[in-house]
């Protein structure tokens, strides 16, 4: 079985500064891998995705993340936030065995001023 | 190209009653899912359609949730009868093509229910 873990609930950043919100994942067969963000009162957006080839995966609004196989770990990052940041931020992953997004809890992204 | 819809957005009954949940997917959208999140917890599979099909319905919790997808278009998530724990956010997905793990699956804003 998959399962994700986000390591902090809730990250607080200043405006501008540079953010790195955590996920690791178990998993005993291959797997892709995403980070999907919530707006306030909206649905699930797609920001980017893992299937396969360079590990450093670029999605919209400036955010990055790294695959690590070793680490097992699939870290969002952005070098500077903007108060539109403001969000929760999932960490999934999906084999290509079954349908099913395994996610994390989430985690909830404050932007302070 | 309108996105997922669902309807309500809210809902709020008392334990006991019968809710329905409606999702329109993409327009085109073959795969249709169901997902739910209780409050605090993680977002969890709930089951997956092709058209009018049920491929997996795994997650589903037990029987007083019932799926419906009429002509493969929109789907119904009928739970009957409510209970204090199906109070959430019920979330409906959609995706184009079937590449097992890889395709994009399109989410809409989701119902929140409250069950008093």
């Known amino acids: 079985a998959q399962s994700v873990t986000q390591l902090d609930s809730q990250v607080p950043v200043f405006e501008e500064a540079p953010v790195e919100l955590r996920c690791n994942y178990s998993s005993s067969v291959s797997v892709y891998l995403f980070w999907y963000v919530q707006y306030p009162n909206q649905g699930l957006q797609l920001l980017l995705k893992y299937l396969s080839g360079s590990t450093l995966v670029k999605g919209i609004n400036g955010f990055e993340a790294e695959f690590n196989k070793s680490q097992t770990s699939f870290h969002l990052r952005k070098p500077s936030v903007h108060i539109s940041d403001t969000a929760e931020y999932f960490c999934a992953v999906r084999t290509n065995r079954d349908d099913k997004i395994i996610f994390g809890k989430g985690t909830r992204l404050h932007i302070l001023p | 190209e309108a996105g997922v819809t669902q309807f309500p957005s809210h809902s709020v009954i008392e334990k006991g009653q019968t809710v329905t949940l409606r999702c329109d997917p993409i327009?085109?959208?073959?795969?249709l899912y169901w997902y739910r999140r209780v409050m605090g917890k993680e977002i969890k599979f709930l089951l997956h359609?092709?058209?009018?099909?049920?491929?997996?319905e795994s997650g589903m919790p037990n029987n007083r949730f019932l799926a419906e997808r009429t002509g493969g278009t929109y789907s119904t998530l009928k739970v009957q009868p409510a209970e204090l724990e199906d109070s959430g956010v019920y979330f409906c997905?959609?995706?184009?093509?079937?590449?097992?793990?890889?395709?994009?699956?399109?989410f809409g804003p989701g119902t929140r229910l409250l069950v008093l």
């Open positions: 997905a959609s995706s184009q093509e079937f590449h097992r793990g890889s395709e994009t699956q399109y």
């Open positions: 327009s085109g959208h073959d795969n």
């Open positions: 359609f092709v058209k009018e099909s049920k491929q997996d």
